[in-house]
């Protein structure tokens, strides 16, 4: 025999579990506009040929989901809000789903994942069936699409997007005609998805890099070195700004001037230089030289134009160095005397987790790891926070395939909570091993060659026709997004004491503090939409 179950997008539907003991939810709700999502999770005794059926699927759309292998799954740290700490297989490739049968081996349980969305409010009822030939199996999803909608607001969210990656998977150079659709395509799904800004790399990004190494050059600005100094062209980037304002994209992060972990040098840069194409800085460049300076100033001369013509003036921000740590504070400001003077009228912003680089005054913009962001709020102004590799313990949120869900979802509220202004991580979809040393299959491995929790480093795949496949934890992510701005929508129709007040019903939310379920956060969003739907009637 055959069983069936609806489920909350939450699930994650282990090849070991028996749906029966999984929270089960057909009822749904959410606001016009918004995407909900819900999973049907199918399990047989046997190896058998399912075929469904759908009444109606207007607005609707289907995925089958897959499973990604973890060998490293947590960190020997890891607290106890997992699902598991074993290697093993992880449900998380979305499949779209084409036909309307599916196949199912014995034991093993078997998911789709299905995405609404409904510009008309209302009631809604969607039928499935479900039959192997011998027996049924039906169920009625009800949806109440209220009558209000998420609210715009200013919130960015940031990913680095490794462009390298995707020409080493898809076997084509930067720059040509499938690199740039390729790009439209990742972006597109990036937006898609609540990520309205990704890394711009003005030159070779200074990341994930093995020191004296180097990554696939992928630089946008062109650079010349005449003997009256640096000429720049700016048409690749020019073409690259025009594609993310096409998309959607809201705010133009630019790659970092100085090395990862201590800014003690600067990032790749070639040129031209009397016809041959070659490196004039790298990891032999003091950070803070009269060169490597003097170049940085013409650059910045040169550029400010540009962003100026591209009407991105407003919504351009910088880097200095990634993660600086408390040993690095001397360096770092050294450097971002010299960024500051040549870009300080735009944001400057950094992931760094010390407070003494606001507090000094080093840096304006600190965008702080989530388990140091308490010391950071209520003292800095739109307030930035990420997450990566870490935190691995404590409780706080993350995004790792061996994580329940909702340890992924609840972001979204606790950001509310804390008025959190902006998220960066660093994994769009970074398919090497750790620090770029070779490259992976992501299929194969999440976890970089065990050096990150697994799924850490991309929450896309590499699909067919230049395209992504999106996973069960960026769908997630995204509904953490949305709660957010449900949050604020229903701060603006009865303020924000009475969203928190609804929010903390069952005690305070902190960034580790939280209760630790999916019925729980199930029931608290629709809380939050019926408290909308209340007084949006009024």
């Known amino acids: ?48 040929s399912v075929k469904f059926s759908i009444s109606d699927e207007t607005n609707l759309k289907a995925y089958e989901v897959g499973y990604t292998p973890a060998s490293y799954p947590a960190d020997e740290r890891a607290d106890f809000y997992y699902i598991t700490k074993m290697p093993g297989l992880f449900p998380d490739v979305l499949n779209e789903k084409k036909s309307r049968e599916i196949s199912l081996s014995g034991g093993k349980p078997t998911a789709l994942f299905f995405e609404f969305k409904s510009d008309f ?65 990742y972006t597109k799904t990036a937006v898609e998805h609540g990520i309205n800004s990704l890394l711009i790399p003005l030159f070779t990004p200074p990341l994930d890099t093995e020191i004296g190494k180097e990554r696939k050059t992928i630089q946008l600005v062109d650079v010349t070195v005449t003997e009256s100094g640096y000429v720049f062209g700016f048409e690749k980037l020019k073409k690259w700004i025009a594609l993310f304002k096409k998309c959607g994209i809201k705010a133009y992060e630019f790659s970092h001037f100085f090395t990862q972990w201590g800014a003690l040098h600067a990032p790749k840069i070639m040129a031209l230089v009397n016809g041959e194409y070659k490196r004039i800085f790298g990891w032999e460049t003091d950070s803070t030289g009269e060169e490597y300076v003097s170049f940085l100033t013409a650059f910045s001369k040169a550029l400010k134009p540009v962003l100026k013509e591209c009407e991105i003036e407003d919504c351009s921000y910088f880097h200095i160095s990634d993660e600086p740590g408390e040993d690095d504070i001397e360096q770092y400001e050294k450097c971002s005397k010299i960024v500051n003077s040549l870009f300080g009228e735009y944001k400057i912003i950094d992931a760094l987790s010390e407070f003494d680089f606001y507090k000094k005054g080093i840096v304006k913009h600190p965008i702080p790891v989530i388990s140091d962001a308490i010391d950071f709020v209520g003292n800095v102004p739109d307030l930035w926070i990420y997450y990566c590799c870490g935190p691995v313990d404590g409780n706080y949120s993350n995004r790792f395939l061996a994580m329940p869900s909702q340890r992924t979802r609840i972001l979204g509220m606790q950001m509310y909570k804390y008025n959190i202004k902006g998220f960066l991580h660093w994994g769009y979809n970074f398919w090497y091993t750790q620090l770029s040393k070779a490259k992976i ?42 709660d957010m701005r449900a949050l604020l929508a229903l701060e603006k129709l009865a303020g924000r004491e009475e969203a928190v007040k609804i929010l903390e019903s069952d005690g305070e939310i902190t960034f580790n503090q939280y209760p630790h379920s999916e019925k729980w956060h199930f029931e608290k969003r629709m809380a939050i939409n019926n408290a909308i739907k209340q007084l949006t009637k009024n």
Request: hydrophobic share 35%; charged share 25%; glycine share 6%.
């Open 1 to 48: 025999m055959f069983k069936s179950v609806v489920l909350t997008s939450m699930a994650k539907v282990m090849p070991y579990n028996n749906i029966d003991a999984l929270y089960s939810q057909s009822e749904f709700s959410c606001l016009k506009g918004e995407r909900l999502c819900f999973q049907i999770a199918l399990q047989s005794d046997s190896d058998e």
């Open 121 to 185: 409010a209302g009631e809604k009822e969607i039928d499935f069936t479900f039959t192997n030939g011998k027996e049924s199996a039906s169920h009625t999803v009800k949806i109440d699409v209220i009558n209000a909608e998420l609210p715009e607001d200013d919130f960015i969210c940031t990913h680095w997007f490794h462009t390298d990656c995707l020409c080493d998977w898809y076997s084509f150079e930067p720059f040509t005609e499938d690199y740039w659709k390729c790009v439209e395509n």
């Open 441 to 482: 299959n992501p299929y194969e491995v999440s976890d970089g060659g065990n050096a990150f929790s697994g799924g850490d480093p991309c929450v896309v795949y590499p699909g067919e026709n230049l395209s992504p496949v999106c996973s069960l934890r960026l769908k997630v992510f995204y509904d953490a997004l949305q």
